[in-house]
């Protein structure tokens, strides 16, 4: 499929600077751009890849214009808007609506006519899927869970019991959400399972990536506010609640009950303990832990620098020897260090 | 399905202060609970809730029992009592036995009549299902296992070669017990794959998380005793072995060959490295790398902790100047630090 | 199947010292070998397990030779051998060419007369799967992949779209590759998901672990040269380059755009920044994090090192306040530590 460029400015609301004739058939990098194709620039880094770029035009900031030769779209938020145009070019077939055959529907479940169900799913007892959505290949859907409209469980996606999914849910494969929280009680020098009976509401246009899983609340729900997204690989224990807007990137873990704001940037790999709460707007460096609640927005790290071995292992043998440190100040100043470290 | 709260109680073998006929229908947060059903105080964190709380009765420790003005099942283990008499009133229906139409079942496996095997489920050559199990939909068994009694593979659980499930063995969706453990040996510039041929034993009343990998050994097994509880995402390396009753939290790690102890607690994201042991009663709390056998009972970490990114890179600078102190240290006391650091 | 000892040495160019027509049926530990198996010394440290070991036969290095009383197979590489050595006796039943009659193909797909298509599998549109491939239960392969000769999808593994698996790759359970990348941008307050539109590219004998996520690129395509052995649980991010040979352990994530070179050895749950580059035979130990380029080979860390967890918190407390040394240091030699720290 292919647009003119003027078409595309016109869409995006961008300025053209060049021959708005120009037929664009698809998105590249600078790097590997085409004459038919739109390559960008986003991060300044890039700059010189202008110079060798074959690109029929480039969707550049204004300030930028001037490093490119050729046609341009002018765009004060090049990323945002390159993803806008890429979006003009993707050219998903719209899966037809209906049931597979080999897929094994519940008497008791509800499959609107304008959904599409994928090869060998079950859909449970009380369960919805609306108009729009779309369960691929090797679903499972358990009892009493909702399918929003036009949200898509691409394939081998689990839900397991009472899991609702607002609108315009993209949940990537192997996602596995509403699994029982992980609640355990010892008694007599044994495990007891704490039953867990919540369930898991995921808001509007939120994302899940592959291999995710989000349990399910052990009385109250989990909870995912709208426009969440999560990457892959990530741990979402039960109770938690997510603000909206808010992204965690992939290998992450959240333990049960904590209570995470909105517009948060996650890094990956971050571990953010149970019962704490975190405000709106707060970033944390990869693989860091938080062990309390944040109050305030900003950026929050832990963790060491990466060293060479050798040095690393001299510096860690220092690390250890800081308690010794510790017990001077402390004796010192009178005051019991241990106190002062939550 | 109501309770009266005296037969509660009697189950539980808890005293009850209050009208026995009290008719319960349910647990519930004391935030949450309403006339009908049954809250629980375990944390005097939430004692406050109970000026608001509508319960119908609270599960209470008897020195607490003066903050609530209404009527109370009095236990000493609150949060294990609570679990107890959550179990009462979980209604998972009991799924009928018998095979679904679209499994696939190997001549040579054994199905046992009063199993469930649900839809689009594949059974390999010389396994076997024992009564009471339940094999979810999606389900892939290989060759050679056993899912022994009353266990239950929720969906979408690959059971892959030689895994020998106990009784009572609950697997949440995604897991994948029995595929090659990591072994690689470097010949001429390229790996060679060393075979795995040894299977899993994974002992009665184990719960295994979504998503969770636990791989068969090399020669001999890889072995989880009874009552082990692995929450999501955790990585269980060749021929681990881990004690009785230990827990471990979310996108934990073990490598190859690890023997951890009875009753230990591992905290969410730790990694345990190969070939160590881990003593009985050891806590490691959260992302913490055990790098060596720990002998002691006893709470184990490693880290920084949390700061705000502007501070922490400040400390991060001195850390990696911390092996210069130690070259000092070690210059003055004639002790070479690299090799006091395992 | 049984083999004779000579046989043995022959295939593997090794010395035999012993009896050429001994027996030998499989491999075992040197603690459990019995007299028709071969042993195997790798690891010095297990030395003394040859005292009470009844293998029939051990293969050992030249110079271990005369700790074993009993017959041998002499190597210079006693862990490889005993790779190739066990391989000899792997008994996985070839699976018959074909198609199971529950698999969904899609008519512009291909599936070569010598593969193998199990249960419940989906193949999707201008998908190529090649002879003497196997395609495992429950795999779900979507739009214009590819399945090069010889290679294995152990059982419900999702090809998401544009993946092309080189000859005699192996993937286990539940991995899900060609997923769409992470890529999001923030546009009046909401995300925007940036269309992503590349592929997957997995060289000749990789292996990819159980429940191992390989996102698709944004662009161009995420590429695993040959002979990548990655664990299970790893994440890669798009666009990732990852070069010959290099392994990484379970639990690892690596970013997007990451470049990693050839031979390296990452060690369990590292973590590694997006759009940096590792030279080739980097080392990083485990649960370290990269987050910036690494040079020269050799062998990188960050952490520190495990402690009893009273005196962990009194380092802790000291880690942080060296930020306070850093702004004397900083004061007096001039120099913003803030700069000189990436």
């Known amino acids: 499929m292919s647009r003119r460029l003027g078409d595309i400015a016109d869409v995006l609301g961008?300025?053209?600077?060049?021959?708005?004739?120009?037929m664009i058939d698809g998105v590249a990098t600078l790097a590997n751009a085409g004459p038919s194709q739109l390559g960008f620039l986003a991060n300044p880094r890039y700059r010189q890849q202008l110079d060798d770029c074959r690109a029929g035009a480039v969707l550049i900031h204004p300030d930028e214009r001037s490093h490119w030769r050729g046609a341009a779209l002018l765009s004060r938020h090049p990323y945002a808007d390159f993803a806008r145009a890429a979006a003009l070019f993707e050219n998903c077939a719209d899966l037809p609506a209906g049931i597979h055959p080999s897929a094994v529907i519940n008497d008791d479940a509800t499959v609107d006519a304008a959904a599409h169900v994928g090869a060998h799913v079950s859909i449970g007892a009380r369960s919805r899927v609306e108009a729009g959505a779309v369960i691929g290949p090797g679903c499972v859907i358990g009892e009493d869970c909702?399918?929003?409209?036009?949200s898509r469980l691409l394939s081998r996606v689990s839900l397991v019991c009472r899991v609702r999914l607002g609108e315009?849910?993209?949940v990537h494969p192997g996602a596995v959400i509403g699994a029982d929280g992980f609640g355990l009680?010892?008694?007599?020098?044994?495990?007891?399972k704490v039953p867990q009976q919540g369930g898991v509401v995921i808001g509007d246009d939120c994302e899940i990536g592959a291999n995710t899983c989000i349990d399910r609340g052990a009385l109250d729900d989990t909870?995912?506010?709208?426009?969440?997204?999560l990457d892959n690989l990530v741990q979402?224990?039960?109770?938690?609640?997510?603000?909206a807007h808010t992204a965690m990137a992939g290998c992450c873990a959240v333990a049960g009950s904590a209570r995470i704001g909105r517009y948060c940037l996650i890094a990956g790999g971050v571990g953010i303990a149970g019962h704490i709460e975190i405000a709106d707007k707060v970033t944390v460096t990869a693989m860091s832990l938080v062990t309390h609640s944040i109050r305030e927005p900003g950026t929050y790290s832990s963790g060491t620098p990466l060293m060479p071995n050798a040095d690393w292992r001299r510096s860690a043998v220092q690390?250890?020897?800081?308690?010794?440190?510790?017990d001077k100040d402390a004796a010192s100043s009178g005051r019991n260090a241990r106190n002062s470290e939550e």
């Open 319 to 326: 690390f250890k020897r800081l308690q010794r440190k510790n």
């Open 146 to 150: 909702v399918v929003g409209r036009d």
């Open 185 to 192: 009680a010892m008694h007599d020098g044994r495990w007891i």
């Open 14 to 22: 961008l300025g053209v600077d060049g021959d708005p004739d120009l």
């Open 168 to 170: 315009r849910v993209l």
């Open 223 to 229: 909870v995912l506010e709208e426009d969440v997204r």
């Open 236 to 243: 979402i224990g039960h109770n938690v609640v997510i603000g």
